[in-house]
């Protein structure tokens, strides 16, 4: 693909005759080509910020989390293949009833409502049942609302949203629901940002940032609102539309307060194993599990709208004081993180699995650390094993930056 076409990926903008292949192996890797453009994205994100509100749209603790995130939730599909693919393959190969022809517009359209579709009932579903919840609220645990956030992804959701997508797998070629799964993906990367406001009668067809912004506000009138992912069209059809209205405080209801990634991953499946051993009565056991987050004996399946917490206007974000020259060296070794990250996106092929095991453990431990740093710097012990973790293994060859002559840097940095 093209710079142009990776672009205008982002925004659903490659048309039938550009975006149809006949096989999934010829599909290109839309997302990971577009790593680039997030970045300039994220760039222009803040200047327009300055400019119109004499303000940064971001803070560097909670953007180097969902960073940390982001790559996180990538990791195992450096292992393998999707599970999305994997499972959708296997149901088209044995049970599909018949084919719609691959390089169809009408196919390729179809695939998109579909897909669409499929995406708005398992996000609803995300929202209200626990156990989902607890994979999907890592989405939603940012308390800033900007690009950043768009890749504050989970690392479970996807072993669990696999199965909604099954019936497709009857009728439509697995190469072009490669691709829009990919393209419903990206399509909402852009939508998280508040430097955009109103796109006038798009807001009644598409997702937009407007709606979205509700999707992650914590006030009343934005809880389980807007689940679609790039037509807004299925909220306004299933009574889950809500606009824009009283100004939005982003986050979770409870928060998590936390910048450490694996911390954001577990703690709200641990909250559910105390709460199900603590609850009596198997009914409600399973209910803890399979009912709403807010779900509790005697309460409506999605819990009582009473009890979400009222905002005041007053709210300040999770944000620990630390040396600037803290924020200063995260900078600077996550942005080595991100070298060695997208090294090993381009060499896997032909690594050994040691040596991929060994990076994608070195990344984790590198993601792990800096959050631990960003909520207390006396947490440097952590860090300083990780530097001489790095050392070794960047001296016996195991870690390699993309571009050579930046060895040396490295060494000296850590």
């Given at each position: 693909?093209?710079p142009?076409q ?11 005759g ?56 990538r ?70 609302y900007?690009?950043?956030t ?13 199965i ?96 450490d ?15 199900f ?117 960047y ?20």
């Amino acid at each position: 693909t093209t710079p142009g076409q990776q672009l205008r990926a982002l925004f659903y903008a490659l048309p039938p005759g550009e975006s149809a292949f006949r096989t999934v192996e010829e599909v290109p890797n839309y997302v990971d080509k577009s790593i680039p453009f997030f970045s300039a994205f994220i760039v222009l994100e803040f200047v327009v910020s300055w400019i119109q509100k004499r303000k940064l749209s971001g803070r560097i603790n909670d953007g180097i989390s969902s960073l940390s995130l982001g790559i996180l939730s990538r990791l195992p599909d450096v292992l393998f293949r999707s599970v999305d693919l994997i499972s959708y393959i296997y149901v088209w190969n044995n049970y599909r009833l018949f084919e719609l022809p691959w390089d169809s517009p009408w196919t390729w359209y179809l695939t998109l409502l579909g897909v669409d579709f499929v995406y708005y009932c398992f996000h609803r579903i995300s929202h209200e049942v626990n156990i989902v919840w607890a994979a999907h609220q890592v989405h939603h645990s940012s308390e800033d609302y900007n690009l950043f956030t768009a890749l504050r992804q989970s690392v479970l959701q996807k072993y669990t949203s696999w199965i909604f997508n099954l019936p497709m797998a009857l009728f439509i070629p697995p190469s072009v629901f490669a691709v829009h799964l990919q393209f419903n993906l990206l399509y909402q990367f852009w939508i998280h940002t508040e430097v955009i406001t109103n796109l006038g009668p798009l807001e009644w067809i598409l997702n937009t940032p407007s709606h979205h912004r509700v999707h992650h506000g914590r006030n009343r009138y934005c809880i389980d609102k807007n689940y679609g992912g790039t037509l807004i069209i299925w909220d306004r059809i299933f009574g889950t539309f809500e606009a824009e209205d009283a100004k939005v405080v982003y986050g979770l209801t409870h928060p998590v307060n936390s910048f450490d990634p694996i911390m954001l991953q577990l703690r709200p499946l641990a909250h559910i194993w105390n709460t199900f051993w603590a609850t009596p009565g198997f009914c409600n056991k399973l209910s803890v599990i399979f009912k709403g987050p807010g779900w509790g004996p005697g309460k409506p399946r999605l819990g009582l709208p009473e009890e979400i917490p009222v905002i005041t206007g007053k709210e300040v974000p999770f944000n620990p004081s630390v040396p600037a020259y803290l924020n200063c060296y995260a900078v600077v070794h996550f942005a080595v993180v991100m070298d060695l990250y997208t090294e090993l996106l381009g060499t896997v092929t032909v690594l050994s699995q040691g040596t991929i095991l060994l990076r994608i453990g070195f990344i984790i431990l590198s993601l792990t650390s800096f959050g631990l740093l960003m909520e207390n710097p006396k947490a440097g012990i952590l860090e300083i094993i990780r530097c001489f973790v790095f050392v070794g293994a960047y001296k016996l060859g195991y870690l390699r930056s993309q571009i050579s002559s930046l060895g040396y840097a490295y060494e000296v940095s850590y």
